[in-house]
């Protein structure tokens, strides 16, 4: 990984960097972090209301009106940190420290 770059991929292995990358890096950024991969996934969510929209995700980050669409997030587990796979750590152990890194 780069430091200040992300990337990101769908479960399936598609390069979704275009619609949310942009997005991640402004919030990861904002804090000197390491270089890490997280395993998680992206959702909409009404700005409003603060509930899942439960349509396809790709279709509400292309909308043209989103002012009441925030895009959320949700990091499950650490896998990589500065240069370490953590894989082979139980994911008690990954999750702790995924905890440390975003409190």
């Keep these: ?10 479960r399936a292995g598609t390069d979704s960097t275009a619609l949310f990358g942009d ?5 990861l950024t904002t804090r000197e972090l390491p270089s890490v991969i997280l395993d998680g996934e ?5 700005g409003m209301t603060g ?3 439960n349509y ?3 279709r509400v980050a292309s909308r043209t009106n989103k002012t009441s669409m925030q895009l959320v997030f ?7 940190l500065d240069g370490e796979s953590l894989l ?3 994911l008690l152990d990954r ?8 409190p």
Excluded at 23 to 27: E, V
Excluded at 42 to 46: L, N, W
């Design 88 to 90: 082979t750590l139980p």
């Design 1 to 10: 990984p780069e430091r200040g770059r992300v990337w990101c991929y769908s």
């Design 74 to 80: 949700y990091a499950f587990d650490l896998v990589y």
């Design 56 to 58: 396809d995700l790709v």
């Design 42 to 46: 992206m959702m909409a969510v009404d």
């Design 95 to 102: 999750k702790a420290r995924l905890t440390a890194l975003f």
């Design 23 to 27: 997005a991640l890096a402004a919030a």
């Design 51 to 53: 509930r899942h929209l």
